[in-house]
């Protein structure tokens, strides 16, 4: 885990430094029971500085640190903050206080790998938002032998079914007969299985 600070909405900063969950966090302020530098603030979006003074119920608060997680996801646990039916990778991290926790991008149910979870959503979102192009690297296992034609295919960029736009290529590095290392750089709904359904294979 890595730890630093930084400019946050102060219904998380709230949160991170007191224990309340972001709804009762968002509560409080709204019923005036927080100031920032001596002044009340009603606001739960209202971004608070790093060295700002935050005081609650009449205590000084200390600065939150942001966090920063790196896991590994089994098979079976979602990418989510809850769910119902499923264990989270939130699930996974053993912290007193997960106000503001999220895995920042997903893996499938039935993947595992690592999977990054934090509380800062400004970074969150540079290492997600396509337009960044950080690129991903996942090992898949094939159901049949991948193709000359299908690694061609791959490399140029194949069309989604539903997707306007073909997907940007692929590096694509065959481990074996049924097995490839695939990196890119987008981020569409279960993107790499319907690649390679797209190529006449699956994942």
């Not at 337009?131 to 090992?139: C, Q």
Request: charged content about 25%; some cysteine.
């Amino acid at each position: 885990m890595r730890t630093t600070t930084s400019s946050r909405r102060l219904d998380q900063w709230l949160g991170q430094a007191s224990g309340l969950s972001r709804a009762q966090a968002q509560r409080a302020i709204r019923r005036g029971e927080v100031k920032v530098d001596g002044e009340p603030v009603t606001d739960p979006g209202r971004h608070v500085d790093a060295d700002a003074r935050v005081e609650f119920a009449g205590e000084l608060l200390a600065v939150p640190q942001l966090r920063y997680f790196m896991l590994h996801k089994p098979a079976g646990v979602v990418c989510a903050t809850e769910d119902r039916q499923h264990r989270t990778v939130l699930d996974l991290i053993d912290v007193p206080n997960k106000a503001g926790l999220h895995p920042a991008g997903r893996l499938d149910i039935d993947a595992t790998g690592l999977v990054l979870v934090t509380d800062d959503g400004e970074w969150s979102h540079r290492i997600t938002a396509p337009r960044h192009k950080v690129t991903k690297i996942y090992r898949v296992t094939l159901a049949e032998p991948l193709t000359d034609a299908a690694a061609a295919a791959l490399a140029t960029g194949v069309q989604l079914r539903g997707e306007p736009k073909r997907c940007a290529p692929a590096v694509l590095e065959q481990l074996g007969e049924r097995e490839a290392r695939l990196t890119i750089a987008e981020g569409k709904y279960h993107q790499v299985k319907r690649m390679l359904a797209a190529v006449g294979n699956h994942v």
